[in-house]
């Protein structure tokens, strides 16, 4: 028998053979909201082209940064059919009860393992609550969330909380740029990075995906779906805290408020990057660009000098474009039989 007789013989559809170098990019998972990236930067920077300035960028990298980072986590929640909306306020009472424990005294470091711990605990109470009830954790969230903004508010007694030991090592050094990129950003690059080997190539990724494909299934199956649910609303809940501190640590102040309105664009992010509503799939790149999209949206408007009141229906706009264009890209590429 030759080498070319020691297999099956695979017909390979002609098409498949000319593929050029740009089809073969539609077989990203994340292709569709990259180029959406990419055209409402076009759009924005052909008219001002300081918004491609370094300084520029990096800002916009650093404001997606600092909601993208829980972003990354929302896509093994909704991967599992599940939505948390109190991780705003999560994030807000983190940042605050951080700031308040250096301003009374508290070692900055010890005070950022407490917030993230913290995080850790409030994410963790929806789980809990959510499998105690047996109801979808967005129920449970829609009361913790009010919780959460009305502890922060009372924790800083509604003011914003100053009074930081700005030259500590922990503002230093986490609220510092490194090779001109603030830290926040590396953290939110690396934390891309192994979520996505985690959501994709672990036993723990495959059981949130199955989770989200059937229920009922990977409950027969022997997944044990509280616990799942319970470990991944604590990962969101850590990455609330981390984002928290990393807030901290950069802007060395804290307010109460920071945190209103980030569950919707932490939601945003994760679904315009790809991780649908139906459950079972999800991308973490994708939500990374997401959170990109969103703040150069947000750029782009204060560049063209649109009213704030018109802000949310551009947006919107855009949102439904970007996630209308990724199906798009998804549905032809499973005719093709590319998924």
Do not use: K
């Not at 991967?79 to 009860?97: H, K, L, P, Q, W």
């Not at 802007?251 to 649908?276: H, M, N, R, W």
């Amino acid at each position: 028998m030759t080498a070319l007789d020691s297999g099956p013989v695979v017909n390979v559809p002609p098409d498949r053979l000319r593929r050029s170098p740009l089809s073969r990019l539609f077989r990203v998972q994340e292709a569709g909201v990259l180029l959406v990236l990419a055209a409402v930067i076009l759009i924005v920077a052909i008219p001002h082209p300081r918004f491609v300035g370094v300084q520029s960028l990096t800002n916009l990298g650093q404001q997606s940064a600092f909601f993208g980072t829980i972003a990354l986590g929302m896509v093994f929640l909704l991967a599992m059919r599940e939505i948390d909306i109190s991780v705003g306020g999560n994030y807000a009472v983190c940042t605050v009860v951080s700031a308040v424990l250096v301003r009374d005294g508290l070692n900055p470091w010890i005070a950022a393992a407490l917030g993230i711990v913290l995080g850790m605990l409030l994410g963790a109470l929806n789980g809990v609550l959510a499998n105690a009830f047996r109801l979808p954790i967005i129920i449970i969230s829609l009361g913790t969330l009010t919780a959460y903004l009305g502890t922060a508010l009372v924790v800083t007694n509604s003011s914003p909380i100053g009074g930081q030991p700005t030259n500590s090592s922990f503002y230093r050094w986490l609220g510092r740029s490194y090779l001109q990129i603030p830290a926040v950003i590396w953290l939110f690059v690396v934390l891309c990075a192994v979520l996505t080997v985690v959501f994709r190539s672990t036993r723990f990724g495959f059981a949130i995906r199955a989770v989200g494909s059937n229920e009922e299934a990977a409950r027969l199956t022997g997944y044990a779906i509280n616990r799942l649910r319970l470990l991944v609303t604590t990962m969101v809940g850590a990455l609330c805290g981390l984002s928290g501190i990393f807030t901290l640590a950069y802007f060395g102040a804290a307010d109460p408020g920071v945190g209103t309105g980030y569950e919707l664009s932490v939601i945003a992010a994760a679904i315009i990057g790809g991780t649908g509503l139906a459950g079972g799939s999800g991308s973490v790149p994708g939500a990374l660009i997401g959170a990109l999209i969103i703040s150069a949206i947000a750029g782009g408007l204060t560049q063209f000098g649109v009213p704030a009141n018109w802000g949310n229906l551009v947006t919107g706009i855009v949102i439904v474009i970007a996630v209308g264009f990724d199906a798009i890209v998804r549905r032809r590429a499973l005719v093709r039989g590319r998924l």
